[in-house]
């Protein structure tokens, strides 16, 4: 059974940080694309940040112009981890946010069931 696990959501104050993790488990994810979504009340799903595998040891990290500059996404793929770093949060930020993975970030076939992030302003 391939789960993706998210930790390290909670209630942070406007400015903070939170880092969030995502262990993969059930399988080795070295050339899979890796996610991180998001969802607030009221809104639709969308993508934060994303890191795709391009050959080799190279990968690419895309992230939605919202959180450019503020976020980083990285990956330990001996560990089936995924990580999003988040810095100088912003009310807007609050959401439950989900890790994905699959063979493409437009194809995520694995998710995990959410981590809430509260940002007080």
């Known amino acids: 059974q391939v789960q993706p696990v998210e930790s390290g959501g909670g209630v942070v104050q406007a400015g903070g940080s939170l880092r969030l993790s995502c262990v993969v488990s059930?399988?080795?994810?070295?050339?899979?694309?890796m996610g991180w979504f998001r969802q607030a009340p009221g809104k639709e799903r969308e993508v934060v940040a994303a890191t795709r595998w391009s050959g080799g040891s190279t990968y690419y990290a895309d992230y939605a112009e919202s959180v450019k500059g503020r976020f980083t996404i990285s990956r330990v793929n001996a560990e089936n981890t995924v990580y999003l770093q988040m810095n100088s949060l912003k009310s807007e930020d609050s959401a439950v946010y989900y890790c994905?993975?699959?063979?493409?970030?437009?194809?995520?076939?694995?998710w995990g069931r959410g981590t809430q992030v509260t940002v007080s302003s």
């Open positions: 059930g399988r080795t994810f070295s050339s899979y694309a």
């Open positions: 994905a993975s699959g063979p493409n970030i437009a194809t995520m076939k694995y």
